[in-house]
């Protein structure tokens, strides 16, 4: 079970800096020279201040997370990070200078714990396999909102009851009586 909590996590710390990496990186923008192309200089520098990320993630790893994250809740990278515009040197995306920054990290972590007990769970089960559990993502609850958006539950309206007995028949008493 922790191996699969252990993959879980990595599996969506991926996703994340998948995501982080691509909004450091402007779109359409070349990249620098030598940035790890074959006879180019220097690799890029490895990120910086990474809590949920393994510490090894690249920026091309990240890209791709950071930009799930950008969709499932509708901003863009100056939501949580200090950004100023595509390529602008004075961004700064280690920095911790926003709080949603660290609500971010805290809702990755959910979200990987909500996975693993999940997955676990229904594959206990024997009905599936750990990779046929559907995962919770950003998406899930955020549904394209900063803010998460969960509809309030409308239950069903009371159905009768076999054999033509009305709605809350046989029911207790109302009261005072």
Avoid at 30 to 48: D, E, F, T, Y
Wanted: aromatic share 2%; hydrophobic share 40%.
């Amino acid at each position: 079970m922790k191996g699969v909590m252990k993959a879980a996590l990595a599996v969506g710390a991926m996703v994340l800096a998948t995501s982080v990496v691509s909004a450091q990186a402007p779109q359409g923008a070349p990249a620098p020279a030598g940035q790890g192309r074959p006879g180019g200089g220097a690799p890029p520098a490895p990120l910086k201040n990474l809590q949920v990320f393994p510490k090894e993630t690249t920026q091309a790893q990240i890209l791709p997370t950071m930009r799930a994250f950008e969709a499932a809740l509708q901003v863009e990278c100056g939501h949580c990070h200090v950004w100023t515009g595509p390529g602008v040197p004075t961004n700064d995306f280690s920095s911790d200078a926003k709080p949603q920054k660290n609500i971010a990290r805290a809702m990755i972590r959910m979200v990987n714990q909500a996975n693993e007990q999940i997955t676990a769970a229904v594959a206990a089960g024997g009905q599936k396999t750990a990779a046929q559990v559907q995962k919770v993502t950003c998406a899930t609850c955020h549904r394209g909102s900063a803010v998460p958006m969960v509809p309030e539950y409308q239950p069903p309206a009371p159905a009768g009851r076999p054999g033509g007995a009305a709605p809350g028949a046989g029911g207790p008493p109302p009261p005072g009586r």
